[in-house]
């Protein structure tokens, strides 16, 4: 633990001379590296071309689990004949771990966007007042600008294998992925330096580990659970009766999923916009997973700021600003992530020490990274992603206040999951450019900076996949499981790499296929509208690129900040205090409109039987919301699939 003046005491004998199971052998790198194109055509063509549910919006990819329970029941049968043969529990755990870090790369809010972002400026070059200035300030060699190339991506009905399609996409992938490898690797470092001081120091729960560690560590106990099979099979056969009910009209769906914002019709209530009421069995079973005060705090502060919006329309005030509330949320996220770093302060100290040789306090042999490469390492990624920004023209200041501000909310994500284990996280539109340009304003930045921020919306524009929150996962299942977390670095950085190539590989054959203006199977969803929303912002920047810093936005990124500081003093000062500052911070989300009833269900649950019958109860009742969550991903990730391979859309689970 850490001292009063800041030292890392050695952690027990008994962990330094822990036997380790077996984890990254070759043959789990060699099925990371076959499965991963696989899953990265599952996600294109579920979450790009039909566009009907989404697994990279979720902090547990139903994609993963989906897949990897089937090799967990195959892998059974192979014991049975063949033991050594089979995969070992540290071995599943480390492809679980790299599978993560590979769809966290797919994500609907990372490379699916870059991949638009690149293609987008200079086929749609007459749409915007943004179009003089992207040709003047952003090089070339960050876009693809051959006409031919363009028109076959966007149109469909050509081939990604003809060479001069292939060269110009060459550069701005290589470029892209210089740059993805620097943000992952900068994301390593500072997880591995983090790692100890928030599992084994602040002793964070981690929620969603237990889904996995259940899966792979205990197989034979789940699977010998009737509670587990039968919670398996009603959220199974719920997703199953559904997606025949699709097929067969005949057959009265099982709605579990309704609005109450047609109902609200009177002001102020109909101000509250929608307010969506359902239940989903997976939500139910991580919520069951969540530390009671915060599953609590994420549907409670839900209402909060329903009565938020209510109060203020009765008193005649102007709404919230920011998408979805964005702007306190906002503040929210920048508070737990400069209060989480300003509380790691003595242990990095600590850390930098035992890097430049003073063993006296830590031992760093069985962290992910030695001391001295994570602190090298961190210092020489930020270095060079600041760097690629001041290479494509960035000022300095822009490119270290953008970047620093991009790992601020990066680490507050992380610390939400590593805490809370929220289904979801996200911040829409409310990253580091809106906090720049409203608290600063355009005109110091200026037209040159504000057009380069542009091409970085793909990075920025929520944190829903964000790769950092798994590996710090991944460090932790990792140490229950009984693997080597310093054997993961290397093979997550190589997998990076592979999925980036996989990613772009299979998004641009369908591309060129079907063609991006006609891949959506509903005409009236715009998937391009994701590209056009950064370009669209940048108008409004080069309309007021004089502006000062807007003051209408300042009170609600300073009351983000300031509810969570006080929520945060509070349960110092009183550790009954129930309101949780991230449950505040996530639940003015898009996505916790959809959740906060299951997790509200799975809360009671828990409390429920916590308060009859003890720890002894809750750890009986575990595999009943285990189940829910396997049963729902295996089947509805199954059917997902399904309707990916045969283009034949029935039913998604989510949303």
């Not at 009209?249 to 999923?257: A, D, G, T, V």
């Not at 600003?321 to 920048?334: E, I, N, R």
């Not at 720890?615 to 309707?643: Q, T």
Request: with cysteine.
């Amino acid at each position: 633990m850490m001292d009063g003046a800041g030292s890392i005491q050695s952690p027990p004998a008994q962990d330094e001379s822990r036997s380790f199971r077996a984890g990254m052998t070759p043959r789990v790198l060699f099925l990371a590296f076959l499965l991963t194109p696989l899953n990265a055509y599952w996600i294109v063509k579920t979450e790009v071309v039909w566009a009907f549910v989404h697994a990279t919006v979720l902090s547990v990819f139903f994609n993963v689990v989906a897949g990897l329970f089937a090799l967990v029941v195959v892998n059974r049968l192979v014991a049975r004949f063949a033991p050594r043969a089979a995969l070992q529990s540290g071995e599943l755990v480390c492809l679980y771990i790299l599978l993560c870090a590979a769809t966290a790369l797919f994500g609907h809010d990372f490379l699916q966007l870059l991949a638009l972002m690149l293609i987008y400026p200079y086929w749609k070059m007459g749409d915007g007042n943004w179009a003089e200035p992207v040709k003047r300030h952003i090089p070339s060699w960050l876009m693809v600008t051959d006409h031919d190339a363009l028109k076959g991506a966007w149109l469909g009905n050509a081939t990604l294998y003809n060479p001069a399609v292939l060269k110009a996409w060459v550069v701005p992938l290589l470029v892209w992925m210089t740059f993805t490898m620097m943000v992952i690797w900068t994301m390593l470092c500072a997880t591995s330096l983090l790692r100890r001081r928030w599992t084994e120091h602040e002793r964070l729960s981690f929620p969603l580990v237990q889904i996995p560690l259940e899966l792979f560590c205990h197989t034979d106990r789940l699977f010998k659970s009737g509670l587990f099979w039968g919670a398996f099979a009603a959220a199974a056969g719920l997703d199953i009766w559904n997606a025949l009910a699709t097929v067969y009209p005949s057959l009265p769906s099982i709605n579990l999923r309704t609005d109450l914002g047609p109902f609200l019709t009177q002001r102020p209530w109909s101000d509250m916009g929608w307010v969506p009421v359902c239940v989903y069995p997976f939500a139910i079973g991580l919520a069951y997973f969540m530390p009671l005060d915060l599953a609590f705090s994420a549907w409670a502060f839900y209402w909060v700021w329903k009565a938020q919006i209510v109060v203020r329309a009765a008193m005649g005030l102007e709404p919230l600003t920011g998408m979805y509330m964005g702007d306190q949320s906002s503040g929210a996220w920048l508070g737990i992530g400069l209060m989480a770093l300003w509380g790691t302060r003595k242990y990095v100290v600590a850390a930098a020490r035992t890097a430049l040789g003073d063993q006296r306090h830590a031992d760093d042999r069985n962290e992910p990274m030695r001391y001295r490469t994570a602190l090298a390492g961190l210092m020489l990624g930020f270095g060079g992603i600041v760097g690629f920004g001041m290479i494509i023209g960035l000022s300095a200041w822009v490119a270290v206040t953008f970047f620093a501000l991009l790992f601020v909310f990066c680490a507050a994500a992380t610390r939400m999951r590593a805490e809370f284990g929220p289904i979801t996280h996200d911040l829409y539109f409310s990253g580091p450019e809106r906090v720049m340009t409203v608290v600063g304003g355009t005109g110091p930045i200026g037209t040159h900076d504000l057009t380069l921020l542009a091409p970085f919306h793909w990075v920025t524009r929520d944190f829903r996949s964000s790769a950092m929150p798994h590996q710090l996962e991944g460090y932790r299942l990792s140490k229950d499981a009984g693997v080597r977390m310093p054997s993961l670095i290397v093979p997550i950085m190589l997998l990076s790499a592979w999925a980036f190539i996989s990613w772009f590989w299979c998004w641009l054959h369908v591309m060129y296929q079907r063609g991006i203006i006609v891949q959506v199977a509903h005409p009236g969803v715009g998937w391009t509208s994701l590209a056009e929303e950064s370009y669209k912002r940048l108008d409004g920047w080069l309309g007021s690129a004089n502006r000062g810093p807007d003051f209408k936005v300042w009170p609600q990124l300073g009351a983000g900040l300031a509810v969570t500081a006080m929520l945060l003093v509070l349960r110092q000062r009183f550790p009954w205090f129930p309101f949780h500052p991230v449950g505040y911070a996530l639940a003015g989300s898009w996505t916790m409109s959809w959740l906060w009833l299951s997790m509200l269900v799975g809360w009671a649950a828990k409390g429920l039987l916590l308060r009859f019958g003890g720890a002894n109860m809750y750890r009986k009742a575990a595999p009943v919301f285990v189940g829910l969550v396997l049963g729902e991903f295996v089947v509805g990730g199954g059917l997902s699939l399904l309707n990916a391979l045969t283009d034949h859309i029935t039913y998604g689970f989510f949303p």
